[in-house]
């Protein structure tokens, strides 16, 4: 028998697997399991850990199912948000940028290269 929380891993497609290292701001610790839980729940979401040393999320997800607006709007809800310093918002622009690609590319019909006369 398979666990309600193992049937995400099954559908999620292992070539759009990221992870992702993201400094949270605004963080309370005393929220930390309801989000975590909560996040969990996402279909598409491997793992999710909130480093207690530095408030970092760390997430591993499937990019062509989920977008990192998903995991902002699970925060938003705790009162919590990501970090806003430059380094951290260039990094969420190419994580954001990076899991558009992957969703776009998932999307796409593999069979229509087989089509090309070349």
């Given at each position: 028998?398979?666990?309600?929380?193992?049937?995400?891993?099954?559908?999620?497609?292992?070539?759009?697997?990221?992870?992702?290292?993201?400094?949270?701001?605004?963080?309370?610790?005393?929220?930390?399991?309801?989000?975590l839980?909560?996040v969990?729940?996402?279909?598409?979401?491997?793992?999710?850990?909130?480093?207690?040393?530095?408030d970092?999320?760390?997430?591993?997800?499937?990019?062509?199912?989920?977008?990192?607006?998903?995991?902002?709007?699970?925060?938003?809800?705790?009162?919590?948000?990501?970090?806003?310093?430059?380094?951290?918002t260039?990094?969420?622009?190419?994580?954001?940028?990076?899991?558009?690609?992957?969703?776009?590319?998932?999307?796409q019909?593999?069979?229509?290269?087989?089509?090309?006369?070349?």
């Amino acid at each position: 028998m398979v666990k309600e929380r193992d049937d995400h891993h099954l559908l999620n497609k292992k070539h759009y697997i990221v992870t992702r290292h993201i400094k949270l701001a605004s963080f309370n610790s005393h929220k930390k399991e309801q989000i975590l839980s909560t996040v969990r729940q996402l279909i598409g979401v491997d793992s999710v850990t909130i480093s207690d040393k530095n408030d970092c999320l760390t997430l591993q997800y499937d990019a062509s199912k989920r977008q990192l607006s998903d995991f902002e709007c699970v925060l938003s809800k705790y009162q919590c948000r990501f970090s806003t310093s430059k380094v951290d918002t260039f990094k969420l622009g190419w994580y954001r940028f990076v899991d558009n690609n992957i969703y776009n590319n998932a999307l796409q019909d593999p069979t229509h290269i087989n089509e090309l006369n070349i």
